[in-house]
């Protein structure tokens, strides 16, 4: 059985199946709907932080597919107060037949996945997002029309999107370059993981703490907030660091002119990215959230599906 835990774990084919998959679930929403590939089947999605994007998606590729999915809110279950991780997960996946989890410790969705008797989703860890990373690279294969070689370049904070935007770009043979100011930089064990897939994929990965270096030359420029979820005891020191990574239009006229901006939502506007740049001809923001029901229902497939095929 597979989990979702890491876009790490994935195979470059598995990476790409569900590339193709979300592609094909896209074109067949696109004319007329869905089959109903996961009748009755029920998807258990537990929060401790809040969501728009990774909720409302999983629940409306849920129904789109034929299935459902349960909303079990912070204060329902309590992860790991009420009851311990390893209960709830056997608990969990007697009643549901896959599980999402967005949680603060990345160790809990681990913790999950080892309980579990169906497959875990990492809805957003305090390491990774690779539901988000998958969505990101969907779009931007579907944007430039080819993956190998691209240079997506990351301006910010080198949080849980940045390494998720890492694996999947050093996976697939993208070139990828983040700007961070020093102190916000990629763990060493992600930076050491992502080196060996970049040799293996023949991709570059370039760190610096020049803004502007940084997205020299970018076909493609992401940025996410300077404060993540589970770091707001942290928002003034950072809000002090992190002004010259902003992207503005200043910053983004150093990329290639037909460079597309990115970001995963929701954004601080006027902090990491201005209102120019977010509504701007090169933003991709709308698109890229929209991208986030058809990987679902590509990883879903993937994890439901394919998997028993
Ligand atoms: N990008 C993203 O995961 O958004 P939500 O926090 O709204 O789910
Ligand atoms: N890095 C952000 C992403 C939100 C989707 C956070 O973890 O809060």
């Known amino acids: 059985m597979k989990?979702?835990?890491?876009?790490?774990?994935?195979?470059?084919?598995?990476l790409w199946h569900i590339l193709n998959?979300?592609?094909?679930?896209?074109?067949?929403?696109?004319?007329?709907?869905n089959k109903p590939i996961l009748k009755g089947k029920v998807m258990g999605m537990i929060f401790q932080k809040p969501s728009l994007r990774t909720r409302i998606s999983f629940d409306v590729a849920m129904l789109q597919?034929?299935?459902?999915?349960?909303?079990?809110?912070?204060?329902?279950?309590?992860?790991g107060e009420r009851e311990s991780v390893p209960d709830v997960?056997?608990?969990?996946s007697r009643y549901v037949d896959v599980i999402m989890a967005r949680v603060f410790a990345h160790?809990?969705?681990?913790?999950?996945?080892?309980?579990?008797?169906?497959?875990?989703i990492n809805g957003l860890s305090d390491y990774s997002h690779p539901c988000q990373g998958i969505a990101d690279v969907f779009t931007i294969w579907e944007k430039l029309g080819y993956l190998k070689g691209v240079k997506l370049s990351y301006v910010g904070d080198a949080n849980n999107?940045?390494?998720?935007?890492?694996?999947?770009?050093?996976k697939l043979g993208?070139?990828?370059?983040?700007?961070?100011?020093?102190?916000?930089?990629?763990?060493?064990?992600?930076?050491?993981?992502?080196?060996?897939f970049a040799r293996r994929s023949g991709s570059r990965i370039t760190v610096t703490h020049d803004p502007i270096a940084?997205?020299?030359?970018?076909?493609?420029?992401?940025t996410d907030v300077w404060t993540s979820m589970g770091q707001e005891a942290e928002r003034a020191q950072r809000e002090a660091v992190f002004p010259p990574y902003q992207v503005n239009a200043t910053l983004l006229s150093y990329a290639r002119p037909d460079a597309i901006v990115m970001h995963c939502l929701p954004a601080h506007r006027g902090q990491e990215i201005t209102d120019e740049v977010a509504d701007g001809p090169q933003s991709v923001l709308f698109d890229q959230a929209e991208n986030r029901l058809h990987a679902q229902k590509g990883i879903l497939a993937f994890l439901m599906v394919d998997q028993f095929a």
């Open 107 to 120: 160790r809990h969705i681990v913790e999950l996945a080892t309980y579990s008797r169906v497959p875990v």
């Open 174 to 196: 993208m070139d990828f370059t983040i700007g961070h100011p020093p102190g916000y930089g990629l763990p060493s064990e992600v930076l050491a993981r992502a080196k060996e």
């Open 21 to 33: 998959r979300a592609r094909q679930l896209k074109d067949e929403w696109r004319s007329g709907g």
């Open 65 to 79: 597919l034929g299935g459902q999915a349960l909303y079990i809110s912070p204060d329902e279950i309590r992860l």
């Open 214 to 222: 940084a997205v020299r030359d970018a076909q493609v420029v992401y």
């Open 89 to 92: 997960a056997r608990v969990l």
């Open 161 to 170: 999107v940045a390494v998720s935007l890492l694996f999947a770009a050093t």
């Open 3 to 14: 989990h979702l835990i890491s876009i790490a774990d994935l195979s470059p084919e598995e």
